[in-house]
């Protein structure tokens, strides 16, 4: 049921979370580290005495119209992420205080982060992925969920945030408003059983003078019913547990690198 919530209910939490922010800085300018934007795969070498054939995929003839190949980097089938330009998740070994902040400036895009194998990702919460859910959904909620967490990343940037304090601060935000979003659905769930009985009898008596396609009535009232007993809630945990998450990252104690370095 957790997974179920966390699927099914984040995305759309953390699309109002970060939505507001999207607009703030238009233009980037602000460096990013070419190590950030290391590959997220690459293929392992082959002995030169044994080489090992490799299918590769075959792009459209040539004479097949409004055909465009898509080319980029291939990930693995259980890293479920789609998204070009990913960075590896960072691990620092400082956290800058807050300090030298300022309004919105341009600031270029962070790039965003790519999940461990196997797993959904929601800033600093990691699930793996469950059994029954198909790898193209997992893929989109992993590619939504980084896409904010970038996003919101980027505005801290453009404010003067230093990239460890503000990769901090938009992994907190996002992965308490995924907790908040499944706290609030699961607070949800009874109302959401009544409202899906009561959308499915109001389907039911609509659908009934229209049988036997007047029966796709009865499911689909009942998932409005229950979506809107649900949803009102779990967006409503996932702005608290975004706030919470938002906090906690500006207030954790910097650490330092090391000692600075001598004149």
Known sequence: MGYAVAAGAVPVALSLVAGGTAHAAPEREVAVSPAELVPV???????????IPEEQPQAPADDVPNVRPYYGERYPDDVLSSLQGARPLPAYGYLSPVENLHGPAPAQPVPPITPPAGVLRFGDVQVDSPDWLPREQAVQINDAAAAQEAGLATFFDSVGM???RSDRVA????????VGAAAGAAFAAPFG??????????????????????LAAVPL?????AGLMVAPLAAIGAGLGAGVGAVQGLAAPPQALGPAPQA
């Open 162 to 164: 230093e990239r460890t």
């Open 193 to 214: 059983v009544v409202g899906a009985a009561a959308g499915g009898a109001i389907g039911a008596l609509v659908g009934v003078p229209f049988m036997p396609i007047g």
């Open 171 to 178: 992994s907190q935000t996002v992965g308490s408003a995924a």
């Open 41 to 51: 795969a690459a293929a392992a070498p082959v002995a030169e005495a044994a080489p």
């Open 221 to 225: 009232g009942a998932a409005y019913g």
